[in-house]
């Protein structure tokens, strides 16, 4: 118990909470829903293809707030050989976080509000010239089905949020962000029974979108430098990761 008289649950808690019924469950439901609804938008007005390597495409939007770059990431990408699942599944879970993380210095989970959501504080590697980051953000994966027929949709959407385990500790910069990773996943050739379906007759399809706000003035062009690097290199390689995790893994659909 905090001392405003708010029950949190930890991480060591037996997990009794119920799907959906928490404090942060409104405002969680209002930002998936923002996600969907742009998760097919167009990206040839006013965004930039600032990476492109084979079917990975990484876009940007150059925009600034008070002198402070906070241009919006969005990225495509298809994957062979996995499910929108099992890349939200490995996105999501905190046992796999530093597997494939490279830009943290450690993760933590402060609260778990139910199976499906629970509340990182995390410590990022000071990559530029300035003060080291932290975040505190809610994590929440769903899975969405559109019908019997078509493969679900499957997201994980992690959002800052202000947490009494995670006061902000100058000189700590505490980054703003809402990034949402989307995945659906395709059947080439479908066999007809679908207890048949192998790896190599799948893949994912991937949208990434990042709002991220580093919270205080960076240099602006060591900040986009820094991005153009980092999201190419991060989907690249925690796409690999999850193929390699999954290969001699039955397929969790
Ligand atoms: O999405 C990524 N990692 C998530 C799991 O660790 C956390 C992330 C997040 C970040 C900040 C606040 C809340 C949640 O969703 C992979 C991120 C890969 C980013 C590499 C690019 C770094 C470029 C500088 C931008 C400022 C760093 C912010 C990281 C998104």
């Known amino acids: 118990?905090?001392?405003?008289?708010?029950?949190?649950?930890?991480?060591?808690?037996?997990?009794?909470?119920?799907?959906?019924?928490?404090?942060?469950?409104?405002?969680?439901?209002?930002?998936?829903?923002?996600?969907?609804?742009?998760?097919?938008?167009?990206?040839?007005?006013?965004?930039?293809?600032?990476?492109?390597?084979?079917?990975m495409k990484v876009y940007r939007r150059e925009v600034e707030e008070n002198g402070i770059?906070?241009?919006?990431?969005?990225?495509?990408?298809?994957?062979?050989?996995?499910?929108?699942?099992?890349?939200?599944?490995?996105?999501?879970?905190?046992?796999?976080?530093?597997?494939?993380e490279t830009t943290l210095d450690s993760t933590?989970?402060?609260?778990?509000?139910?199976?499906?959501?629970?509340?990182?504080?995390?410590m990022h590697k000071r990559v530029w010239p300035s003060a080291q980051r932290d975040n505190c953000f809610w994590s929440h994966i769903r899975c969405i089905a559109k019908s019997e027929e078509d493969q679900p949709i499957w997201l994980v959407v992690n959002h800052t949020i202000p947490h009494p385990l995670a006061p902000i500790k100058p000189p700590q910069v505490r980054l703003v962000a809402n990034v949402a990773l989307i995945c659906e996943t395709v059947i080439n050739e479908p066999p007809l029974n679908p207890k048949d379906i192998k790896r190599e007759n799948i893949q994912c399809r991937l949208t990434y979108v990042a709002f991220v706000n580093p919270g205080g003035w960076v240099p602006g062009a060591a900040l986009r430098s820094v991005a153009k690097r980092e999201y190419p290199r991060f989907l690249k390689h925690f796409s690999?990761?999850?193929?390699?995790?999954?290969?001699?893994?039955?397929?969790?659909?």
């Not at 404090?23 to 742009?38: D, F, G, M, S, W």
């Not at 990431?73 to 599944?89: D, L, N, P, S």
């Not at 933590?108 to 139910?114: G, Q, S, T």
């Not at 690999?240 to 659909?253: A, C, G, H, M, S």
Request: with cysteine.
């Open 69 to 100: 770059v906070i241009d919006p990431m969005k990225m495509f990408h298809t994957i062979k050989g996995v499910t929108g699942h099992e890349m939200c599944r490995y996105f999501y879970e905190y046992q796999y976080r530093m597997e494939w």
């Open 1 to 55: 118990t905090i001392s405003n008289g708010t029950v949190f649950s930890t991480p060591n808690d037996e997990n009794t909470a119920v799907k959906g019924q928490h404090r942060l469950a409104n405002e969680i439901e209002h930002i998936v829903q923002e996600h969907l609804k742009y998760v097919h938008e167009d990206v040839n007005h006013g965004w930039d293809l600032i990476h492109q390597d084979g079917e």
């Open 240 to 253: 690999n990761y999850v193929i390699e995790q999954t290969r001699d893994k039955p397929i969790l659909f």
């Open 108 to 122: 933590k989970i402060i609260e778990v509000l139910d199976p499906d959501t629970v509340i990182f504080h995390q």
